[in-house]
């Protein structure tokens, strides 16, 4: 079982920057792959980013990439989401999710990012 906690959201301007956390339970976080995922208000949740066990790997949505970055603390049992440039259409609920094989297994609570214009 791995819990996941996610912390960092908040209300900033368009063209601010807001680094998201994710701290994981566990002895065994470096074997996941770490994603952040997001949600806006209507739509369906959509991938954001994620980075494989040793933070060597990241990919990125077309949509945040040169934007956002994704990366690892493994001493520290915590994935971050480092995001500059926000635009208003970034506001979600951000998830961070844990994967060991082919799903997406665990998830945690969301934090909210509200960008405003």
């Known amino acids: 079982q791995v819990q996941l906690v996610e912390s960092g959201g908040g209300l900033v301007q368009a063209g601010g920057s807001l680094r998201l956390s994710c701290a994981a339970s566990?002895?065994?976080?470096?074997?996941?792959?770490m994603g952040w995922f997001r949600q806006a208000p209507g739509k369906e949740r959509e991938f954001v980013a994620a980075?494989?066990?040793?933070?060597?790997?990241?990919t990125y949505a077309e949509s945040v990439k040169g934007r956002f970055t994704i990366s690892r603390d493994n001493a520290k049992n915590t994935v971050y989401l480092q995001m500059n440039n926000l635009k208003p259409e970034d506001t979600a609920v951000y998830y961070c999710?844990?994967?060991?094989?082919?799903?997406?297994?665990?998830w945690g609570k969301g934090t909210l990012v509200t960008v405003s214009s």
């Open positions: 999710a844990a994967r060991a094989f082919t799903t997406w297994d665990y």
């Open positions: 566990g002895r065994t976080f470096s074997s996941y792959i």
């Open positions: 980075i494989s066990g040793s933070g060597g790997t990241s």
